[in-house]
């Protein structure tokens, strides 16, 4: 039961790492996003997030998928210059919860993330799961830009691990931002998951309001979708945290990152309180460091 346990908590924090499917040319893709986010005017400006937000998943026999479309104060000159590159990533990365490590290696064929997932608590990398996205940048306009994470295989048969970024400039110096997260999984991971909701997941919610209780309180939706959005969401979190420090002093901007993504995240408890802050912050510094180390 014990091996079946750590298998279950390796394959959901992986299935925490991955975003999506292939692009199209870069102005299509940009018209695509700005009319997006002129059809989402009511969502982003009245919604239960605190900020200018939707989140979406989606579930078919093998496949799940989240979308999130935010809407960000700063301009995109800054987003486009804080994300564009691989080592920028490795710094967004780092801030979840079950990322150990990331490192980006480059050559003339290439460039790869080298990444480590593993718990929510503190690890040896030689106990994590090694998983290496091909890193692209799809389109880097002055009016576009494109970033591409892709995996193509993962533990227990999961597969086509995708993240994906895009970017547009709109009125008043902002930037609306499209995150999507997707992967695949077989017989294997469907079991794998199947088991994790019925036993450590099992009271785990995801963000999506799908009826009111008694009480009048929300019912959010559990299962594969739950587990989807919340990593969405925190996938989200650690891009925003990481544009908030952008402007700051470069000795300063790993602390601020790390206290702005668990503030973010603790505005929702409900769905992705994991460890207290001292614990996040004190386990975050220390893989922050090892990853400096082992470069």
Not at 120 to 132: A, L, R
Not at 172 to 195: E, I, P, Q, V
Not at 257 to 284: C, I, V
């Amino acid at each position: 039961m014990v091996w079946l346990t750590r298998l279950l908590l390796v394959w959901i924090a992986f299935s925490s790492a991955g975003v999506v499917f292939a692009s199209v040319p870069g102005r299509q893709s940009a018209a695509s996003l700005r009319a997006q986010y002129a059809s989402l005017g009511k969502r982003l400006n009245h919604n239960q997030y605190q900020r200018a937000l939707t989140l979406d998943s989606f579930e078919s026999s093998n496949d799940l998928k989240g979308d999130i479309y935010a809407l960000v104060d700063y301009p995109f000159a800054t987003v486009s210059a804080a994300l564009k590159g691989p080592n920028d990533w490795c710094d967004v990365l780092i801030l979840h919860v079950n990322t150990k490590y990331c490192h980006a290696r480059a050559s003339k064929a290439n460039t790869v993330l080298m990444v480590s997932i593993g718990k929510k608590t503190p690890q040896p990398i030689e106990n994590t799961y090694p998983i290496e996205f091909l890193y692209r940048a799809a389109a880097a306009s002055p009016n576009y830009l494109e970033i591409q994470l892709n995996a193509e295989t993962g533990p227990l048969s999961t597969r086509n691990y995708r993240i994906k970024l895009q970017a547009v400039p709109v009125d008043n110096d902002r930037t609306f931002l499209h995150l999507t997260y997707s992967y695949s999984y077989g017989l294997a991971g469907r079991l794998a998951m199947k088991a994790y909701l019925a036993t450590i997941g099992s009271d785990k919610v995801g963000f999506t309001i799908t009826s009111k209780q008694s009480d009048g309180q929300p019912k959010y939706i559990g299962g594969v979708r739950g587990v989807v959005e919340r990593n969405t969401m925190r996938y989200y979190l650690a891009i925003d945290a990481y544009l908030g420090a952008f402007s700051a002093q470069p000795s300063l901007q790993l602390e601020k990152r790390l206290q702005s993504w668990f503030a973010a995240t603790e505005q929702y408890p409900r769905q992705l309180r994991e460890l207290g802050k001292t614990d996040y912050l004190n386990m975050k510094r220390s893989e922050y460091l090892r990853q400096q180390q082992l470069h």
